[in-house]
């Protein structure tokens, strides 16, 4: 990401967070637009998904990290939901919280954009599908325990 997509970025998020009141309904309410009948995408996933509901850090390439709203996730990639349009192919690093028997373990991950379309405003108006190119191997264990642990607990997704 150039200078000029980072100040874009910061612009944005900036004029988000004076415009609009933090909500703490994304934990608690599916998106509709995952909610939605299963597209094409549906039919080529290699993972199960499940519901995530939190924020990741995408670190950007000055080396900022920057809070994004991550839907849901699986061992393949995960839908973030974030106030910034991302170019299909744009390759970031994300660390990601995950919530394991009562503590927080945070892994970094490198994922590339396979997608992206409009969203709801509400949700940050921008919709990006990103698939893992690179994740350590303590890194993917503890994400198939995630995973594991939040199908047998009902938050699985088509």
């Known amino acids: 990401m150039d200078k000029v997509e980072k100040d874009k970025l910061l612009e944005i998020l900036s004029q988000r967070n004076q415009s609009q009141e933090p909500s703490d309904t994304r934990d608690h ?7 939605a009948e299963p597209s094409a995408h549906a039919e080529k ?4 998904r499940v519901r995530f509901a939190s924020n990741v850090k995408v670190i950007l390439s000055s080396g900022e990290e920057v809070s994004v709203y991550c839907d849901n996730i699986s061992l393949g990639g995960l839908l973030l939901n974030s106030t910034y349009p991302a170019d299909k192919g744009t390759q970031l690093n994300i660390i990601i919280p ?3 028997d009562g503590s927080t373990k945070m892994i970094r991950v490198k994922a590339q954009v396979v997608h992206t379309h409009l969203g709801s405003p509400d949700m940050g108006g921008n919709i990006i599908g990103m698939k893992f190119l690179e994740m350590n191997h ?5 994400l ?8 047998k607990r009902g938050f699985s997704l088509s």
């Open 45 to 48: 996933r290699k993972h199960q």
């Open 138 to 142: 303590s890194a993917e264990k503890l």
């Open 98 to 100: 995950l919530s394991i």
């Open 144 to 151: 198939t325990l995630y995973v594991d642990i939040r199908v």
């Open 29 to 35: 309410e599916p998106n509709p637009v995952a909610a």
